[in-house]
């Protein structure tokens, strides 16, 4: 069946250090590819999301393109800030499923 | 602008009572979604509705109900709540069948069961 692989964390890293955040997948056909944040004591938030092969998902400095070949959608950031911390989950939908596939999760924690 | 609305937003229950966890949607979403959350567990799928008048097991579906009162609301009930069941429960949803369309999550329920 479907999955979706994460890096273990905690990942920590100084403020302003680069990030990369590894997303593996396995799926039939085609799926959308998404990364969902969540800070401390809230809810999951959309993140950047891409729905075809070479496409680059970006926001708020964060970018990930989907490769089909590699079956990767890593996450990354050139310069971390305290305020990036937080859990980061890669998650795939089928193309015209409803279920979303989600990782396991991997905590972020940058220190000043 | 409100989204996925959960209530009560914090809840302490003893062993054996019951309770209902609501959730609402304004987005006219079709499909809708109750997950619980565990440290170190990541996010566990309890049941879902792909569409109003129908609802799904998920994964951890036992001692759990749920009922799909109308498009908009998707409750989770707890008849007889267990340690175990301490977590915090996120309500998602989405529109069905849409390429590339992701979950809007809701802003949790904090269970304790004592």
């Known amino acids: 069946g479907d999955s979706v692989t994460q890096m273990e964390g905690p990942v920590t890293l100084s403020e302003e250090a680069f990030l990369t955040i590894n997303c593996t997948y396995t799926?039939?056909?085609?799926?959308?590819l998404f990364w969902y944040v969540q800070y401390p004591g809230e809810g999951l938030q959309l993140l950047l999301k891409?729905?075809?092969?070479?496409d680059k998902g970006s926001n708020k400095g964060f970018e990930a393109t989907y490769r089909k070949e590699t079956l990767s959608f890593h996450l990354e950031k050139g310069s971390v800030q305290v305020s990036d911390s937080a859990v980061y989950f890669c998650a795939l939908k089928r193309e015209y499923g409803n279920k979303l596939v989600f990782g396991a999760g991997t905590i972020l924690r940058v220190k000043s | 602008n409100a989204g996925v609305t959960q209530t009560p937003k914090f809840q302490v229950l003893k062993t054996g009572q019951s309770m209902t966890l609501q959730c609402a949607q304004d987005?006219?979403?079709?499909?809708m979604y109750w997950y619980r959350q565990d440290p170190g567990m990541g996010l566990r799928l309890i049941y879902y509705?792909?569409?109003?008048?129908?609802?799904d097991k998920g994964e951890v579906p036992n001692g759990y109900n749920v009922s799909r009162l109308n498009k908009r609301e998707f409750s989770l009930r707890l008849e007889s709540a267990a340690p175990s069941q301490t977590s915090v429960y996120f309500c998602a949803s989405t529109r069905q069948g849409a390429l590339g369309y992701g979950y809007t999550f809701g802003s949790g329920t904090r269970l304790t069961v004592v």
């Open positions: 987005m006219n979403h079709n499909s």
């Open positions: 891409a729905t075809k092969a070479d």
């Open positions: 799926a039939t056909g085609y799926p959308s």
């Open positions: 509705s792909a569409s109003e008048g129908t609802t």
